[in-house]
Structures are given as C-alpha cells and as structure tokens.
C-alpha cells in the first residue's frame, strides 16, 4: 500500500512540475508575441486586439512587402 502512495505522489509531483513547464512556456511565447506585435506597423489600440495566429500573418505581410520593396529598387 506504501508504495501505491508513494508512486501516486510521484505521478502528481510529475503532474505539476509538467503543468508548471506548460504555464512558463505559455508565457514565454505570450511575451514573444507581444514583442513580435510592438514592431508590427499598426495602432496600438489595433494591435491589443490580435489574436496569435493574426499576430504571425501580419508580421508575415510585413516581411513578404518589405522584400518585394527590396527587390523592386
């Protein structure tokens, strides 16, 4: 019986350390994406309202139009 509860604490100490891991590499990339959001070239108040996935596409664009400006001179 000992050894059924020691694995169990073992298992949720597991459980834990992974979901603390999880909440740190959460906000990790949440401060990226801020980061990411702050260079894009658009109103403040429009970029408090992006989602990741709108985040990564504009900055996407912006990439793609400033080679094609790059290349066009």
């Not at 834990?16 to 909440?23: G, T």
């Amino acid at each position: 019986m000992a050894h059924t509860d020691k694995g169990h604490q073992s298992s949720e100490k597991r459980k834990e350390k992974s979901r603390e891991a999880a909440r740190c590499r959460r906000s990790k990339e949440s401060e990226l994406y801020s980061a990411l959001s702050d260079c894009l070239p658009l109103p403040r108040d429009l970029l408090e309202n992006l989602d990741k996935a709108s985040i990564m596409r504009l900055a996407i664009a912006c990439l793609h139009t400033g080679d094609m400006i790059d290349t066009s001179e």
